[in-house]
């Protein structure tokens, strides 16, 4: 007959306790990244004292050029009878995230990065994470209110070299606002990764309140360069680094 050892002096839950938590308490980490760019993998200086004075000195020249092009018919339908550069210069004076301005900045800038007049800024710390993380099969995925051209640009042409071929999808405001929960949603069913399975990272509160919204993971990125307010409702992290710390990911190889 089954008989049961001596009761042992730590009690019987220290016989049949082990060293591994049960699986609804383990750390289970993400399946995708969907990371947001300026000021969280770039430094917003880079975006507003290089990109945009860029863009903004050959605005006149380009749009001279693309008259014909059908983006510049998308400006003229959204400010009709208004002169079509005082408007996409207005539009960058407010910081508007306006599509069509949005893909004329990322042509602009394509013709920079092709000449090598400019080269995309990461933090020091995004370009190994990328790798590792990219290496341990996260799928990796950029939103930002910048052109997808451009998302593109900046990490194909970065001075630590191109990184574009490590993400597996790119989404501007075509998918929707950034601050609205439906564009997250429709990033889940457009990426077939649930919500709660992708992490969604980026310097502003608001677009990660949206993110959560629609049950995604968060995580604010802090940077110290760009004096970012830290959220309550978010988990927080001042790099790469920590963001992996903080969810399970790889840190080192």
Not at 106 to 135: C, F, N, Q, S, T
Not at 192 to 199: D, Q
Request: glycine share 10%; proline share 8%; with cysteine.
């Amino acid at each position: 007959m089954f008989s049961l050892p001596a009761k042992p002096e730590s009690g019987w839950a220290g016989l049949f306790s082990s060293p591994t938590p049960p699986i609804h308490l383990r750390m289970i980490p993400p399946a995708a990244i969907l990371t947001d760019i300026e000021g969280t993998t770039t430094p917003i200086a880079f975006v507003h004292e290089v990109l945009f004075p860029y863009a903004r000195a050959r605005m006149a020249g380009w749009c001279a050029v693309h008259m014909d092009d059908p983006v510049i018919g998308e400006v003229a339908r959204l400010a009709p009878d208004a002169p079509i550069v005082e408007t996409l210069l207005g539009w960058m004076d407010r910081d508007e995230k306006i599509t069509p301005l949005k893909t004329i900045q990322g042509m602009i800038w394509a013709e920079g990065y092709a000449k090598g007049e400019i080269k995309g800024v990461l933090y020091p710390d995004v370009p190994p994470h990328l790798r590792r993380w990219a290496k341990a099969g996260l799928r990796l995925y950029v939103y930002s209110s910048g052109s997808e051209a451009a998302q593109r640009q900046i990490f194909g042409h970065a001075e630590a070299g191109d990184f574009s071929v490590l993400f597996q999808g790119f989404f501007d405001t075509r998918v929707g606002p950034k601050r609205v929960a439906q564009s997250y949603a429709d990033i889940s069913r457009g990426t077939n990764v649930a919500g709660p399975e992708i992490l969604f990272l980026s310097d502003m509160e608001a677009e990660l309140d949206a993110a959560a919204e629609a049950g995604l993971l968060t995580c604010q990125l802090l940077r110290p360069q760009d004096g970012t307010q830290a959220s309550a409702r978010h988990k927080v992290a001042a790099d790469f680094g920590e963001v992996s710390a903080l969810f399970g990911l790889p840190r080192g190889g």
